[in-house]
DNA sequence: TGTACATCAGTGAACGCGCGTTCACTGATGTAC
DNA sequence: TGTACATCAGTGAACGCGCGTTCACTGATGTAC
C-alpha cells in the first residue's frame, strides 16, 4: 500500500478524476453552442486535450456523460431549493427571497442551468428523460413545501399543479437570466417577482372565487 | 403561354410544390426524434424519395428548411388564437374555452407544435432565434388582449410580464399533451384549467394585496 | 398548329471530412513479497 | 528497502460510414414564333 507520494505529483486515480473533471467541463462548455446533440466525443477529447480514444476510459457514451451532468447540474439546482428554505422566511418575504436566490445560483452555476434547460427538450432520448424525471421528482417536493403556506384549502393533486406552474415561470425566467446582457438583471428579476406573486395571489384566493 | 394541360398531369411549378411540401413534412416527422439539429439533408432526401442533390432546388440548407417550418408553424398557432378570440367569449368562459381550443389545435398540428416546442431551445441558433421572436411578437399581441380583461390597473408593462407567464404555463400544458396518451386527455386539460384560474385570480387580485 | 429553342427539377458520380469504434501498444504508477 | 510483476490511463494507426457540396448531365415541360 502507497502512503506518501513523491512531492508535487498525483496518484493514478487522482489523474484519473482530474481527467474526468475536464471532460465533464469541456462538455459543459461545449455543448452551450451546439446542445449534448451536437457535441462528438472527439470534439471533447480534443478540447480536453487527449486522443479520442482516452473518453472511453470515463465514459462508454456522449450519452453516459450526459447523465453525469443531468446528476451533477441537479445537485446545483437542490443547493439552490435548500438555499431559499434556509432561515425558514415568512410569507411575505418568500417572493423576494425566491428571485434573490434564484438570480444569485443561476448566475453562479450558468453551465448547471444552461444544460438542464437545453437538455429538457433536447436531442438525446435518454438524456431528455433523466431531466424529466429529476424535475418530477423535484415538482413533488416543491409541492410539499407549498403545503406549508396558508393554502390548506388546496388538495394534494391541486398543489402538484401549482407547483409545476411555478416550476415552468421559472425556468423560463432562468432561461431569460442566461440570455440577457447583466444591466437587465434588476428588470428582470422584478418581472420574476410580479409572476411569482401573481400565482400566490391567485393560489390564496382561488377557492373562494371557483365555487 | 401555355393554359390548358394534358389530362392527368401537373404543371411544372405544381410538381415542384409537391416536391417542397414532402421535404417539409419528411423534415416536421423525422425531426421529431432527434430535432432539427440532428437532421440531416440525405436523410431528408431519402425520405422524400429524391436524391440528395435536389434538396437544393428547395432549400439552401436545412436551416432555411427550418425557418420554413417556423413560420408555417406560427401560423398554425396563430389559427389557434383566431379560434380562442372567435365569439368573444365572456370572462367566466375564457378559461375553459380556451384550454379546450388549445387541446383541439395542439392535437391536430401535433407536428407543428411539436416542432415550436423543440426547436424553441433547440439545436440551430438561426432557428432558435426565429422561434423566440415570433413568441416575442405573440406575446405582445396576448397582451392587448388581456388589456380588455377586468384589470384596467395593470400597466402594459405588467400586462406582458402576465402574457409571458400565461405562454410559458400553455408551453408547458402543450408538451404533455404531445407526450401523454390520450386517456391522460381530460386530467390534463383539468390541470391547465386550475393553472389558467390561478393566473386570473391572481391578476385580478393583485395591486390590492401589494399595496 | 408545328417547330425550334430555353428552362429547370431531378440525376449520378465524385470529393474530402469528421465521425465512433477496434485494436495492439506504452510506460508510469501501484502492489506483493 | 529493493525487486519483480500487475494494473491501467492514455496513445496512435486504422476501419468503414454518412455527411454536405461540386459538377456536368438528362429529358420533360414551357415558350416564342
Known sequence: MRVESSAGSETRSERKERT???IL???????EETGLGGLSLRQVAKEVGVVPTAFYRHF?????????LVEESFVSLRAMIRDVRRGNPPLEEIVD???????????????????IARERSGGSAVVRAAVRQEFALFERELATDLARLPMDHWSSEDLHVL????????????????????RERDAIKRRARTQLL???????????ERE
Request: proline share 1%; aromatic share 4%; charged share 25%.
Open 198 to 208: 401573481v400565482v400566490i395571489v391567485g393560489a390564496v384566493n382561488w377557492r373562494s
Open 60 to 68: 462508454a457514451s456522449i450519452d453516459e456523460l450526459g447523465l453525469a
Open 25 to 31: 467541463d469541456a462538455a459543459l462548455s461545449l455543448s
Open 20 to 22: 474526468r473533471r475536464a
Open 97 to 115: 427571497r425566491s428571485v434573490e436566490v434564484l438570480d444569485d445560483h443561476v448566475r453562479a452555476q450558468r453551465a448547471h442551468f444552461a444544460f
Open 163 to 182: 407547483s409545476r406552474l411555478i416550476v415552468v415561470a421559472m425556468i423560463a425566467v432562468a432561461e431569460e437570466i442566461l440570455e440577457s446582457p447583466d
